[in-house]
């Protein structure tokens, strides 16, 4: 159960260094939610919102939609995939909610 929606939660998302940030757009989950719902199974979130001493420790675009915008919120998360037939599957749900420019 998350306290995001049904299925996520802040946990998920926070940025891994300990800093606290957590926001993360309503809309992106909203569609995540959407998705998870069609596909009947969980979805891994590996990355959510990265606060930018984070991001760039990882050596990340420095204009990544995963840092906070001047509301403090992130736009983006990674996902993972175990197997090709529920990556397929995945993409297939996934491409009627998101384009790889906006959420």
């Not at 940030?21 to 909203?30: F, G, P, Q, T």
């Not at 995963?66 to 297939?92: F, M, W």
């Amino acid at each position: 159960m998350g306290d995001l929606s049904k299925n996520f939660s802040k946990l998920e998302v926070q940025c891994p260094c300990g800093c606290g940030a957590n926001k993360i757009s309503s809309v992106l989950i909203e569609k995540l939610q959407k998705v998870r719902n069609i596909i009947g199974t969980s979805i891994i979130i590996t990355s959510g919102v990265r606060c930018e001493f984070y991001n760039t420790s990882i050596k990340a675009s420095m204009n990544s939609s995963h840092i906070p915008d001047e509301h403090g919120i992130g736009s983006a998360v990674d996902i993972a995939c175990t197997n090709s037939k529920y990556r397929y599957e995945l993409i297939q749900v996934a491409q009627k909610f998101f384009n790889r420019n906006c959420v």
